[in-house]
Nanobody, 115 residues
């Protein structure tokens, strides 16, 4: 089983920036796609961004041009740079990491954007 530990959430004013980090450990298999998802109160969890081991990225339309995902394969880490934050970005952000055999989630980190 893969353990994921997120950090970097917090409170920021609209227009500000935050950088989320996620470190994976305990994987006996290669970690393929890593990504970030978010869940706002009363809403379903939704994809924010994903990145393959080879660096191919995918973004939700709502964050394109504002967020950037990157990863360090040697460290089994994934990052999310969030710029021009909006109040509607407020949510719990979850790190995700997939191997051939498992789909793993972090505990989540709160991001709150004030207007």
């Amino acid at each position: 089983q893969v353990q994921l530990v997120e950090s970097g959430g917090g409170l920021v004013q609209a227009g500000g920036s935050l950088r989320l980090s996620c470190a994976a450990s305990g994987s006996g298999s290669t970690i393929n796609t890593m990504g970030w998802y978010r869940q706002a109160p009363g809403k379903q969890r939704e994809l924010v961004a994903t990145i393959t081991r080879g660096g191919t990225t995918d973004y939700a339309d709502s964050v394109k041009g504002r967020f950037g995902i990157s990863r360090d394969n040697a460290k089994n880490a994934v990052y999310l740079q969030m710029n021009s934050l909006k109040p509607e970005d407020t949510a719990v952000y979850y790190c995700n990491a997939r191997t051939v055999f498992t789909n793993n989630w972090g505990q989540g980190t709160q991001v709150t954007v004030s207007s």
